[in-house]
């Protein structure tokens, strides 16, 4: 499961955003028109004991009431659903189910993408340190876990938002161990029809 999710540092030179509240209310503004995304992605995954990263595509779906599936076509078919507390995963034709609350990571990492997604951070509590920074063309969400427990799995996830529509671009987390992942979103599409089945 944590193949799903690392990070890769922007090269791009950020500034603080000083009024985190202003951009947390034109996030939530902005990104209440949308009830879906749909969207092309290209994971990179970055391991510590290889020199070069492990590139898979794929095509993304969110549903509000944190619905979210991955459907990856290269280098070879993949799929993870995630829906209410629910994790399924197909790999060769074999479908498994999980109880996603036995990974704490995973939730974590749901819960912040769904609030990014959308502009509500009021479920990140006080476990979770939050900061914005910008550059020219995106705001960077940053945010750092304070429990002790979840640092041994994630150090920070990062998630960078397109300035004309406050779209997530890129999803960055990054692990204590050095190894990364970087998911980078493009060809989106908001609140076309979706089938209900790809949340099953």
């Known amino acids: 499961m944590l193949l799903l999710f690392c990070s890769f540092p922007l090269l791009a030179q950020f500034s603080p955003v ?3 509240e202003s951009f947390r209310l034109r996030l939530s503004t902005e990104n209440k ?3 879906n ?6 994971q990179y995954k970055y391991l510590t004991i290889m020199d070069e990263p492990l590139v898979s595509s794929g095509r993304f779906y969110y549903q509000q009431d944190d ?3 991955l459907d990856y076509f290269q280098p070879s078919p993949y799929l993870i659903v995630l829906n209410g507390q629910k994790v399924k995963i197909v790999v060769g034709g074999k479908t498994n189910v999980y109880d996603m609350s036995a990974y704490q990571m995973i939730t974590m990492i749901k819960s912040m993408l769904s609030a990014c997604l959308f502009g509500d951070f009021s479920g990140a509590g006080r476990d979770y340190r939050m900061s914005v920074t910008e550059d020219k063309t ?4 940053n945010i750092e876990p304070l429990n002790r427990r979840m640092k041994r799995y994630l150090q920070k996830i990062e998630i960078s938002f397109d300035k004309k529509d406050f779209s997530v671009n890129q999803l960055l987390v990054r692990e204590p161990s050095g190894d990364s992942t ?3 979103f493009s060809n989106k599409k908001f609140n076309s ?3 209900d089945d790809l949340f099953l």
Do not use: A, G, N
Not at 138 to 141: A, S
């Open 193 to 195: 029809p979706l089938p």
């Open 37 to 42: 995304i749909e969207c092309d992605f290209v």
């Open 33 to 35: 028109q949308f009830t």
């Open 18 to 20: 000083t009024d985190i």
């Open 182 to 184: 970087r998911h980078v």
């Open 138 to 141: 995106v705001y960077q969400v």
């Open 67 to 69: 619905k979210i599936r």
